[in-house]
């Protein structure tokens, strides 16, 4: 089978088809969500977070995930890969913003890109789009923002909600291929989902929307400790992981690792 593409997306909107996306930053993972069956992954600049070990995703840059992108679609052959473009990287206008977009698409490989923000990016989206890279919207609440949303908040509450779905219909009509919403009430997502073409993708959005995503070391309990209300553990990957890693640490110190069939 081939590769995903955009339009398959919006195609498979039009037939009522639901999908799911994952973050993904490494070879094997890829890999592991390909053969599951994920079409979309995406190298999300929670990398910031979930691979650098930041507090946030503001420091993330380019440089640090290019690498990671080139990654997951190396490890790949049927998801479409999508970069996320981080911080500081296309806020300058749609010049900045095609620059950025360029140099996922030439050095990373990936088949789309995608930025958060609403009306605020609807010049960026087009420039973007218009030189023939695909482009996911991200609106609700996004993270690299969250110094003036005073957090990670619920966005779309109330009066609110026209200012979501304003920022949603601005997205598709720049020409924006998807748009994740996140952390959005549910009944503002099924709104959006009902007024807009383009497949629109939950987190935190409740189930009307098209598509969900998570970022995958919450989907399968890498991480540990406290968790948004949105994620649902689908394994116990930190557990599992502490367990081994504490009986190889046992099994050495104890001289029971490596025994006869590991040795040449
Ligand atoms: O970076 C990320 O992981 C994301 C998704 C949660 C949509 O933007
Ligand atoms: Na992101």
């Avoid at 806020?91 to 490989?109: N, S």
């Avoid at 482009?135 to 993270?143: E, K, L, N, Q």
């Avoid at 497949?199 to 995503?213: K, R």
């Amino acid at each position: 089978t081939r590769r995903v593409r955009a339009r398959d997306l919006v195609a498979a909107k039009e037939r009522g088809e639901r999908w799911p996306m994952l973050t993904s930053y490494d070879q094997y993972t890829a890999a592991i969500f390909e053969q599951a069956g994920i079409p979309v992954l995406l190298v999300g600049d929670s990398a910031s977070n979930n691979v650098f070990g930041h507090e946030t995703t503001l420091p993330v840059t380019v440089d640090n995930l290019l690498p990671l992108v080139r990654a997951v679609v190396r490890a790949t052959s049927y998801p479409l890969v999508v970069g996320d473009l981080p911080f500081g990287s296309y806020e300058e206008g749609p010049a900045q913003a095609l620059r950025t977009a360029v140099r996922f698409m030439k050095e990373g490989g990936c088949h789309a890109v995608k930025l958060e923000g609403g009306r605020q990016v609807a010049e960026q989206i087009r420039a973007i789009n218009g030189a023939g890279i695909p482009v996911m919207a991200h609106i609700g609440f996004t993270p690299q923002r969250e110094h003036t949303l005073g957090g990670y908040r619920v966005q779309g509450r109330g009066d609110d909600a026209e200012e979501v779905m304003a920022d949603a219909l601005a997205v598709a009509e720049a020409g924006a291929f998807s748009v994740v919403l996140e952390m959005v009430p549910g009944e503002v997502a099924k709104r959006v989902t009902h007024e807009l073409a383009i497949p629109t993708i939950g987190i935190g959005a409740g189930p009307d929307t098209d598509a969900q995503v998570l970022v995958w070391q919450d989907m399968a309990g890498l991480r540990s400790g406290r968790m948004p209300r949105f994620v649902k553990r689908y394994a116990d990957l930190h557990g599992t992981l502490t367990e081994a890693t504490q009986r190889f640490v046992a099994e050495v110190r104890g001289g029971e690792f490596p025994t006869a069939e590991h040795t040449f």
